[in-house]
């Protein structure tokens, strides 16, 4: 449940469980260092101690933990309820390296906006976008959609089964592209030579994890 009504122009909007609130003060660092947009956070299941630093920094909590999705299959709940007009979604491994509240004057009605994932593109030969950051005005159908199915038929994680209820027709008219720069993936600069912009780093699976536990 959302506890604060309070509804936000626009929201960033991120969450987690105890298993990743380790990530949590890096994460909440940098988004303090250079966006000074509204955060709310989705409460997926911290421990105590982690939820008093959200307490400290975010401007809304949701209480998440008796939802039955697991994990980051949570995720589109929490873009649902978010309580904003205009809402982007960024995972806690993203590092924000720059203010990125621009990304807000990119989305429109109807659509998810999200990133290519050009590594995933490149290596399974169809169109892929990744779920780390995505952005979105009210509640678009789709959105809905996505709910739906991780409740109701989950494949191995969000991204995979947004990608799932999606063909190349549907994709084009309930997905929009987002700059590269607003979500760059570990694997594009550590093997595919990316050489452009980077606002927000996206340190994917556990190699960047470990990259990220480096920067602690």
């Known amino acids: 449940m959302v506890k604060l009504m309070k509804l936000y122009d626009e929201a960033f909007v991120t969450g987690c469980d105890k298993g990743h609130e380790w990530i949590l003060p890096w994460f909440l660092n940098n988004y303090k260092q250079?966006?000074?947009?509204?955060?709310?956070?989705?409460?997926?299941?911290l421990t105590k101690e982690g939820l008093n630093l959200v307490k400290?920094?975010?401007?809304?909590?949701?209480?998440?933990?008796?939802?039955e999705e697991k994990g980051w299959f949570k995720k589109p709940l929490s873009m649902l309820k978010c309580p904003a007009k205009k809402t982007v979604w960024i995972d806690t491994d993203c590092q924000i390296k720059e203010d990125v509240s621009d990304i807000?004057?990119?989305?429109?009605?109807?659509?998810?906006?999200?990133?290519?994932?050009?590594p995933w593109t490149q290596r399974r030969g169809e169109v892929w976008h990744n779920s780390g950051v995505v952005g979105f005005?009210?509640?678009?159908?789709?959105?809905?959609?996505?709910?739906?199915?991780?409740?109701?038929?989950p494949t191995v994680g969000d991204q995979e089964t947004?990608?799932?209820?999606?063909?190349?027709?549907?994709k084009i008219?309930?997905?929009?592209?987002?700059?590269?720069?607003?979500?760059?993936?570990?694997?594009?600069v550590e093997h595919d030579s990316y050489k452009g912009p980077v606002?927000?780093?996206?340190?994917?699976?556990?190699?960047?994890?470990?990259?990220?536990?480096?920067?602690?």
Request: net charge positive; charged share 20%; glycine share 4%.
């Open 34 to 45: 250079h966006v000074n947009v509204p955060l709310v956070f989705a409460n997926f299941g």
């Open 56 to 67: 400290d920094h975010a401007h809304a909590i949701m209480d998440l933990t008796s939802a």
């Open 104 to 118: 807000f004057d990119l989305i429109k009605e109807n659509k998810l906006y999200m990133v290519e994932d050009k």
């Open 137 to 153: 005005v009210n509640k678009p159908p789709i959105l809905y959609q996505w709910v739906k199915a991780v409740k109701e038929n």
């Open 162 to 170: 947004l990608h799932s209820i999606l063909n190349p027709i549907t």
């Open 173 to 188: 008219g309930n997905i929009a592209d987002l700059p590269n720069r607003y979500n760059v993936m570990r694997l594009q």
């Open 199 to 216: 606002s927000i780093m996206h340190w994917t699976g556990q190699k960047g994890k470990d990259r990220i536990r480096n920067m602690l």
